[in-house]
């Protein structure tokens, strides 16, 4: 299934909404809402760099991202 999706991403601009961790890491940019506010926006590992937004995004997906 995912070959079929990067075929059909391949060259596009896309928005995927996921909770899927290995889709996260291959994203450009991850944006991370809350609330329907935006409270960050960058590469997905920049974002877990950040001890603040990590664990926001740990408390949002209701696990931790690490664990799998």
């Known amino acids: 299934l995912q070959d079929t999706v990067d075929r059909l991403l391949s060259?596009?601009?896309s928005?995927?909404?996921t909770h899927d961790q290995e889709e996260l890491e291959r994203a450009h940019s991850?944006?991370?809402l809350l609330d329907g506010e935006m409270k960050a926006q960058a590469?997905?590992?920049e974002l877990r760099k950040d001890p603040d937004l990590r664990?926001?995004?740990d408390d949002v997906l209701g696990y931790s991202l690490e664990e799998h």
Do not use: I
Request: net charge neutral; charged share 15%; hydrophobic share 55%.
């Open 11 to 13: 060259g596009r601009t």
């Open 15 to 17: 928005l995927v909404v």
């Open 30 to 32: 991850v944006v991370l």
């Open 43 to 45: 590469p997905y590992h």
């Open 55 to 57: 664990e926001l995004m």
